[in-house]
T-cell receptor, first 110, second 112 residues
Framework: SQQGEEDPQALSIQEGENATMNCSYK?????LQWYRQNSGRGLVHLIL?????REKHSGRLRVTLDTSKKSSSLLITASRAADTASYFC??????????FGKGTRLHILP | ETGVTQSPTHLIKTRGQQVTLRCSSQ?????VSWYQQALGQGPQFIFQ???????GRGNFPPRFSGLQFPNYSSELNVNALELDDSALYLC???????????FGPGTRLTVT
């Protein structure tokens, strides 16, 4: 079963705008990760945020975590065409295995 | 690109057949996981291997089995293929104590 659920399922924005996608999960976690997947290819790790962290930055990425609401958000600032991809949140389950959500498909319009 | 490689890239099989997919881990990584990703879905965890032993399994039937070799490369075997097994199969390697995984490009399996 899916632990994380991303929202929205799909998002189209103009190049240069900011993109925000959200992830909700069900059980307590040790950490939450975001991955990117370009069309039908392998996933690329973007960022990890630990359960005792509230916000983390990496380049144009900003991730927040609210453990009380069991939710996280990924913000991509100043979007580029190359950001077009699917984005997945991943959480660890009780056995420390990584469980992925269904993803948000982001499309950057020129 | 990561140092994780998978073979073959694409594969077409007939229902009822058996298939073996291969994964070569990134250097220094001793843990490998396999995922099944259906079209439009997120990756579903199949199982994980550490030091040649399975140490975690998702909700997949026994006809999905695996091996990890002393050089940490890995195989995923699927017996009695079903149409619903058509998917992208991803392997990912990592260091046991780490959470970040490095994914291969995947094998696209089509069952007809």
């Amino acid at each position: 079963s899916q632990q994380g659920e991303e929202d929205p399922q799909a998002l189209s924005i103009q190049e240069g705008e900011n993109a925000t996608m959200n992830c909700s999960y069900k059980t307590s976690i040790n950490n939450l990760q975001w991955y990117r997947q370009n069309s039908g290819r392998g996933l690329v790790h973007l960022i990890l945020i630990r359960s005792n962290e509230r916000e983390k930055h990496s380049g144009r990425l900003r991730v927040t975590l609210d453990t009380s609401k069991k939710s996280s958000s990924l913000l991509i600032t100043a979007s580029r065409a190359a950001d077009t991809a699917s984005y997945f949140c991943a959480t660890d389950d009780r056995d420390d295995k990584i469980i992925f959500g269904k993803g948000t498909r982001l499309h950057i319009l020129p | 690109e990561t140092g994780v490689t998978q073979s073959p890239t694409h594969l077409i099989k007939t229902r009822g057949q058996q298939v073996t997919l291969r994964c070569s881990s990134q250097s220094g990584h001793n843990t490998v996981s396999w995922y099944q990703q259906a079209l439009g879905q997120g990756p579903q965890f199949i199982f994980q291997y550490y030091r040649e032993e399975e140490n975690g399994r998702g909700n997949f039937p026994p006809r999905f089995s695996g091996l990890q070799f002393p050089n940490y490369s890995s195989e995923l075997n699927v017996n009695a293929l079903e149409l619903d097994d058509s998917a992208l199969y991803l392997c990912a390697s990592k260091i046991q104590v780490a959470y970040e995984q490095y994914f291969g490009p995947g094998t696209r399996l089509t069952v007809t």
